[in-house]
């Protein structure tokens, strides 16, 4: 810990003895990737929220008090938090906090994930904070989104001391790669295909877009499926996701089991992902002549 030598805010200066605040060091803020990870979750909360009316612009400013962050887990987990739906004061907003993030625990500690998060640092307004509930949110509920991978910031950690402020530089990481945070650790048949033979699955790189699994489940079962329902050309990273996600659909109708890939999984060339889908297909209709 060194003296403060980087820019502090006002409200830094009335920190309480021994009292600390986190903040994210302008460079890391410019980051490109750091952007699009806040872009990405702020578009995120804001389609799942849409019949809420509900349009978070700044991360920090609009999901500090819990408010929306209550309905957002009460849209995502499909359930209703006992908590007072407005709250003016900082000890009411920090008891419907409280109770959202201990929902938010409930889920989440069963599964072994770490709370990089507290209700002082989500109500401090700590947006690395605020990022690892989302991120952790995120991949829980599977959410429709690509998150780009090995985002990491730089964070100036402000604490007083004797009366002075001091500074230290931490590198927080917000996301890992895609299979890490979703929990896919375990080695199956297909790591092992890979193992030996990687360069020679380049032709399920077809089936990113989703045409040819709808086209595919609509000949397997023996049926048209409209044009509309799906997009032909796909051109972009959400069309390609409803493409994928339909064809999942097709697949639930036609009795198989809900795959465990993810639509982004697939969109985004991830191999075995789209190697586990096709095989489960294989199974199912290898009586097929």
């Not at 302008?26 to 490109?32: A, F, L, M, N």
């Not at 090995?150 to 100036?156: E, G």
């Amino acid at each position: 810990m060194s003296p403060a030598s980087v820019e502090i805010h006002p409200e830094d200066t009335q920190l309480e003895e021994n009292e600390e605040r986190a903040v994210i060091d302008p460079t890391s803020r410019e980051d490109p990737r750091f952007k699009e990870l806040v872009k990405v979750l702020i578009d995120w909360i804001n389609d799942v929220l849409v019949e809420e009316r509900i349009i978070v612009k700044q991360l920090e400013e609009d999901l500090y008090d819990g408010q929306v962050l209550q309905k957002l887990l009460e849209k995502l987990a499909d359930c209703k938090l006992n908590v007072a739906e407005v709250t003016q004061s900082e000890i009411g907003q920090k008891q419907k906090l409280q109770a959202v993030l201990e929902a938010v625990q409930d889920l989440l500690r069963p599964h072994g994930r770490v709370l990089q998060w507290t209700v002082d640092s989500i109500h401090g307004k700590s947006l690395v904070a605020i990022l690892h509930l989302l991120v952790a949110l995120a991949t829980h509920f599977r959410a429709p989104i690509h998150l780009p991978e090995h985002v990491s910031v730089q964070v100036v950690v402000v604490r007083k001391r004797e009366g002075m402020l001091h500074s230290s530089h931490v590198t927080e990481e917000l996301t890992t790669t895609t299979e890490m945070m979703m929990g896919r650790f375990e080695r199956d048949a297909f790591d092992t295909l890979f193992d030996h033979a990687p360069d020679k699955l380049s032709v399920v790189k077809q089936f990113a877009d989703g045409v040819y699994l709808v086209l595919l489940m609509g000949l397997l079962e023996d049926y048209f499926v409209p044009l509309h329902n799906f997009y032909l050309t796909p051109d972009s990273f959400p069309q390609k996701v409803h493409n994928v996600s339909f064809a999942f659909e097709l697949m639930l109708d036609g009795g198989l089991k809900k795959p465990k890939a993810r639509p982004e999984d697939v969109v985004n060339l991830d191999l075995k992902s789209t190697l586990r889908v096709l095989y489960n297909l294989f199974t199912k209709y290898k009586h097929l002549e």
